[in-house]
């Protein structure tokens, strides 16, 4: 008895070396927190046993390891053979496991089974998959399920091939609409330097099922393609590759004349094509499992081919052979809009690229944002969707809040993607949803992706806030399934980074439910858009009217005069509902049948217009604004309840940010009023508070070292 | 006995729980990292009782409950009352603490007194001062002494008043010469959030006695004094007062014209200075307890009072007078050459600040370099320091490492700083050190100072490596004490760091003693200077040639020619030696009495002169780079064999790091011999290797996106 005493407080003293001095809850370990868990929640596991050695096999080991130790609150073994209530990863190919006849054929590649079983007699947990990858899967998922004190049984396969982060990081360690600090990547120090923290950020992309990185800003330097950062982002890709990540690169169209020599970038002339069969070659002689390239051309002052008169086709096709032989893919954006143009922005990416549907490569992608502007808290699904049968699209999600209040407002973003997912294009009819057009089902591709703008920067926090990091797990859910239900996604992640309790739980998903609803109401009610500050987009600008092209303006958005707001997007307008199916367009026609949401994207409506509520549009805007105001007050209520059973740091600030998000919204709705009433020249409706300062004063505010300006 | 079993299971369980998944050593701890001692070495701790309850006392009894806890691997308690093997904290005026007798009078306004006593009988641990800050520091000190395995006992008083960390940080967040990351201050959060980081700072600076911070660079924006500035560096300002460290700012001169609307910043105008009383009178309304001014005038491009034909006692006097009423300081920096000024860049500090002495008002001080150029690996002291009696002279020391390799080499700067505090100046006879002269004790001065240009930003290790910590620890140990041991402090530090065990702790002190000095050999020899690639200092340039400004050039330092190397600072060249005092100038004169390490600082000297080794000066010179070069290549093997006896995160970090050193300084040596062997066409010296590259590929290197160049 006194030898097992001692032994005991052996193990005392190491638990407490083990614990140094009591560790701040500072957001570092996202929703891998492996907390313990309540007693009778906790997992008891004989040890965990896994089959295969690889790399990867070695991540799943580590992590499963390092989760189930985590959350039982006890160090849990590795054995080599399995363990009565031990846990068992194998590969469905593993005799022991094919006796089973499990229904492991449906996994496909990246798949994977989680059940209790007798492996050989021995009663286990058993993750089976077709591959290592869906084996590193399948163990985070029985980790999540275990932190959200889910039965631990999950069949699962991703529907959508490529889900993919894109990183507008840039060379100089800035980041395009990064409010997390300065790029992840440490440019200067790599190759010699792989920071631990790559692993962890590869550790929680393969823990949401993201298999692909794009390491650099579209807005990319052709720098990016010379031999140092070749050989930079193939340390990146030695660290990812054990997580199932790749490495993808954005490139320069110019590039072979800024770093090549040439004096052309023509796609249709030979040097330029053997050009880039040469770099590419190069890429691949670094990075071997190399993705492919990501392409923004002709857009926003970005070379591409029609600086020489060829189309997108053209340019994306000669990068498409020239990757081809090492069976990489080109994704090539479609987020385009001229100098020269004219027509409404909204309609230029269908204009340029419904006609070269059917014109693309085997190994292009076509990457579409959700809308046809950019990013805007809430836009109608993008026309392209559904509008190129003959083209693999992808989807562009921007995971960054560049229009939903950086880094400090809370927006939940679940219900954005499922918004814009669940849009149904009734291109094939009925049931022609986004996110068949996107899983591939909808046109038969089995070349499909997700896109997420990265939110994740050198903050200890990764994302900026505890609640960003809501946004980038959504991202990986939604990706692995765009079916998903956003207030279930949202329960999994505040259960895994708060605890599993239930009424916690709830409680949180409330704050979020509503969360993204409200930014759209404080800063663009009823389909208004882009009327953020210039150029870091922080805080409202209603007003400006002064920028050199009409589509970078406000008031090009929001129309309004006298006599109404809003942009005619009808017959009488810029048509830009005929991009979308017939069926799709006509209840758009008349503002009686456009959804209250939507109304003012597709509609210049008098002030005075009826709404369905009973209101004019004029109070119904006003309704809108303070509604916005209204529910950021009771998220901060209803946050500052649960103070009881969050560690205090979290707590701390998102209670700091939710106060600033508040005052924000007063700002964004008040500044607002105060514009749009010296244009319409209307009193304040009844019962609403006057701005708190006069327009002159919100006018006159100006913030030139914002976050996130690319400068 | 079950009883006591389960008992300990469930501290086991609640051990696990504080722990975690293990944490990595990620050296965010710095040298507070107060893990568990060996058995024999762990403090037993009754309790902590510390009587008062201050803001500055709290922080003295967290500090204490979390170091003890730590180190002895167990809670420790605070108490309301003495306990028997307690620590107390307790004032000098306290009176079971008079009745001691103990000679608290020589503590002063900031030092302590630590000892084992009997306090009304009880036997306890004794931290007594004379203020709250005192006891805060003491109670560092008996961390200290516990983590470093000494005797508890120990008695200190700060040699120097000012003792300050100076930020180059910049409002946008970079920090000009920062390694380590972006500015620790998120200027765009602040003043709503006050990240947790904030108050790790002001502890790690507390433990070490300094007692200011400069928050934001020399070379100012003005915006720093308008009200949303002040407002935020009133935010930390309340953060880091219960740490004892008061806030300073750098000022633009021309911040009148600026952000004032006047149309001068002539400091003899009366509304230039009834604008700065205000502005003055504003800064202390935000900040009661705001330390003063840091002024970077007419240097480099600043503005300052000699753009209105005034000295810089006439701007330094003008400042003085709005800020004495509050009793706030003015730090005046001496750092200034002029474009139009042919003489030798080092003697024009001297000529311009030399006549002022005597003219400054009570309540400035002049802000001195250690050296008379910039920062360079090994420069003579300053010879303004001893030469202006009448005026109290601040050191400036920097501790960000922009001529000693930045983030990545390891180069303790412990013996720079002793070099230079230990040089005798010989004013006024011999002892005349510069220790003395920064003390006061040398002609008299109340007011003295010391700064350190910081090192930290928001990398997770605060300094870009694990080694780079140890110098703004070193600075705070010479701040306190300019007569401060190298070793000494290199073996606390070690030993708080990586832990106790001596043998452990000489290894590494070991690995820290000659590394400066291998810098110096493998950058800048025998007394060459400023050999750097121009604008980020990065690497090897001797060959630069072509900038605008002479002394922008290394070869305007290093003057070398087919003949001979070297800058004739004696009277047949620019005669700066007559700059110091008689008996310090007189061995300088002549190339047989300068210390080899200085020859040419001081002496054009010909490749053919015969050292004392025995060698020509061109042989020494070859001998000395592949000197740096081999100490590096020992540091490495030394810190290789530490592999058991380091954690893998910090070990892995270290030893990637030497490895970039060791092909920097072979980088260094080749780049240099290839050039000097191009200018005085002399063969390689028998048995030296020749470079790696021709001289061309040297001159081809490129690196624009080098880290902490202002841009």
Known sequence: MMRMLHWLMTLILAAFALAGPARAEDGYDLWLRYRPLPAA????????????????????????????????????????????????????????????????????????????????????????????????????????????GSDVAETSAPKVRLRLLNHWDNLDGSV????????????????????????????????????????????????????????????????????????????????????????????LDPAVAAWWRAKTDEVYAAIPDFGGFLVKANSEGQPGPRDYQRSHADGANMLAAAIAPHKGLIMWRAFVYADDNPDDRAKQAYADFKPLDGKFAANVIVQVKNGAIDFQPREPFHPLFGAMPQTPLMMEFQITKEYLGMATHLAWLGPMFEETLRSDTLQKGKGSTVARVVDGSLHGHALTGMAGVANVGRDRDWAGSTFNQANWFAFGRFAWNPAADSDTVAGEWAAMTFGPDPALVDKIVGIMAGSREAVVDYTSPLGLTHQMATGHHYGPGPWVSDLKRPEWNPVYYARADRQGIGFDRTASGSNAIAQYAPAFARPLADPATTPARDLLWFHHVPWTHRMASGRTLW??????????????????????ALQPQIDADRFAKTATFLAVQEREARWWRDASIAYWMSVNGLPLPAGAAPPAHDLAWYKAQSYPRAPGHPG
Chains 1, 2 share one sequence.
């Open 176 to 267: 395009e609409r990064g409010y997390a600090g300065q790029s992840l990547w440490d440019w200067w120090m790599l190759p010699d330097f792989a920071d631990p923290r790559y692993t962890d950020y590869a550790r929680a992309n393969a823990s949401i099922g993201i298999n692909g990185t794009v390491l650099n800003n579209v807005n990319a330097s052709a720098d990016s393609l010379t031999a140092p950062y070749l050989a930079k982002a193939a340390a990146l890709a030695d660290v990812f590759r054990r997580y199932g990540i790749k490495v993808y690169l954005s490139v320069r169209f110019s590039a072979p004349v800024e770093i090549g020599g040439l004096k052309t970038a023509d796609p």
């Open 41 to 148: 929640q906790a997992p008891r596991v004989g040890a965990i046993t896994v089959k295969g050695d690889s790399p990867m096999l070695q991540a799943a080991a580590t992590e499963l390891q390092r989760g189930l130790s985590g959350l039982s609150g006890t160090r849990v073994a590795l054995a080599p053979t399995a363990v009565a209530g031990g846990i068992v990863v194998a590969g469905a190919r593993d005799p022991a496991v094919t006796a089973l006849k499990l229904p492991t054929a449906a996994l496909g590649e990246e798949g994977y089974l989680v059940r209790a079983v007798r492996l050989s007699g021995i009663p286990v947990t058993l993750v089976t998959a077709n591959s290592d990858r869906g084996l590193l899967y399948g163990s985070f998922a029985l980790l999540r399920r275990l932190q959200t």
């Open 619 to 640: 109070e119904e805007l006003v309704t809108r604004y303070n509604a916005g105001v209204t529910t950021v007050a009771a998220m901060r209520r209803d946050w500052a």
